[in-house]
């Protein structure tokens, strides 16, 4: 067996938290190029693979905001696990539309959407299983440290691609003006 | 004695200048871009936004209330000035509801192109989230408050171009906010027309001309391929 010569890939994990999987989808926009990336890096979980949990990873992409409380407990999972941690798009950076509902109380969101049924009776979620919603939808900066940004929504997947080969060859990920865009 | 050129240093470069200008209007007018916000070409300067930081001499001050004076040294674009920019500008962000992906002024808005071209990737700091209301009862313009960073240049056109006063900033620090003259307070029994200058000035989207919201596609924008200090350079300059 020729052990050394192939070089060690670069495990990359993905998640969307509060978000619309947009990200995701200008990941898969970089096309063809998709094949070139998958002879330099593996994914660990992501919505690409299925895998429910994340494992020791050298990049993390965050997509979305905090929006309750199993939001937070993916994001921790991963900047546990992840050695650079990226918040990607608008709603991971600055909450951005899941944010909308923050002048509301999450209360009164709730009443309003679940309560006002023809019968006039209450069917707010209560389940144990559901995760609770958090009292605003925070950016992911708020919570743990996050090593790069890439704005947008969603980021190109040209943006997408220039970043990951900026960081996968070693250098300092820059976008180039046409990229950087914040919506 | 011998009277000095009318020339000051702006990074290296010999700037010229005419009595009376300031570093910013004498740098446009020699095609050097200075970051700035609420200074425009057509009004006295106001000196608040504080992003055309300078450091005159060795000391800071904006260069848009500076007067040009011969043999000024100025330094503009360098790493550390660039980061207190980047910080105003963040502050700025957080400090309203600035949502860019749902704003007919996306592509063509000042804050944005300045936080592009400053490379601004996060807000850094914690969301305000300030809850803040629409005007939406004039016929012709939205009056978005979510998104007024208090440059007062709706201010100053309309008092000092349209002769109307319909603007006016009032509160204190945070509460700091934009308020019209009418009797209700709205800006649709105000006196404001469409022909005013006070209802295009906005550098952000916080003054929006109804029924034309994203008429330009996204490409075609205002800052969609150059950045601000490429765009306005060629404008204000003229």
Redesign the interface.
Known sequence: MDVGTAPKKVKIATATLGGCFGCHMSLLDIDERLLELVQLVEFDRSPITDIKHCGPCDIGLIEGALCNAENVHVLREFRANCKFLV?VG?CA?????P??R??FDVGDILQKVYSDTPDGRSRVPNDPELPLLLD?VY?I??VVR?D????G?PPSGDALWKFLNDLIGGRTP??D??Q???? | MTELANVFNLDGARIPFEPGQTILTAALAAGVYIPHLCAHPDFPPHGSCKLCTVTVNGRDGPACTINALPGQDVRSDSPELNEIRRVLLQML?VEGN??????EK??ACKL?AL???L?M????F??F?P?RKVDASHPDFLLDFNRCIMCELCVRASRDVDGKNVFALAGRSRDSHIIVNSPSGRLGDSTLSIDDKAAHVCPVGAILRKEVGFVTP?GERLY????ISQVDLAEEAK
């Open positions: 918040a608008a950076i600055n909450g951005g539309l944010a909308q923050n002048r605003k950016p900066h708020d996050i790069y940004f890439i704005p929504c820059r976008l003006y046409p950087f865009h914040f919506d | 962000f600035h949502f860019c992906p749902g704003c996306s592509g944005q936080a592009y071209d490379e990737l996060s807000p850094h914690v969301q989230f809850n996204i969609d391929h150059e950045p």
